[in-house]
């Protein structure tokens, strides 16, 4: 079996073992696996996407992110039909998006937030 190496901060690093623990994985590795499989079915469903779709996508970051998310918003504002910014817990805020349209569309900009390592949580759900 080929051995990948990655790197983790210490926030990261904490919250994996807090889920290896959780979730009763012998090791860091079989978690990491476990999420690298959730990713890829997820990502095989996106992929799968066509036509008309409505969905709802998630956003998690810093407040001082703001400009970031203004500016991939404005870029599909034909596709979104209700923006909701919250502040969560200390800096953080939360983005919902509910959207309608073609599919390549709600992907470009699920990839556009997922890309972008200034945001913490990216989650589409499509409905």
């Not at 469903?45 to 998630?58: D, M, R, V």
């Not at 805020?93 to 992907?107: D, P, T, Y």
């Amino acid at each position: 079996m080929p051995i990948v190496s990655i790197s983790l901060n210490d926030e990261i690093l904490g919250e994996l073992d807090k889920l290896q623990k959780l979730m009763g994985f012998s090791g860091r590795s079989e978690a990491i696996r476990a999420g690298i499989r959730s990713f890829v079915a997820d990502e095989k469903q996106k992929t799968e996407l066509s036509g008309n779709i409505h969905a709802i996508l998630l956003v998690v970051h810093n407040d001082e992110f703001d400009h970031i998310v203004s500016g991939i918003k404005h870029n599909f504002e034909d596709l979104i039909t209700t923006h909701l910014h919250s502040k969560i817990e200390g800096e953080k805020c939360m983005e919902l998006f509910v959207m309608a349209g073609e599919a390549e569309r709600v992907n470009a900009i699920t990839k556009d937030f997922q890309t972008n390592k200034k945001m913490d949580t990216v989650k589409l759900v499509t409905l």
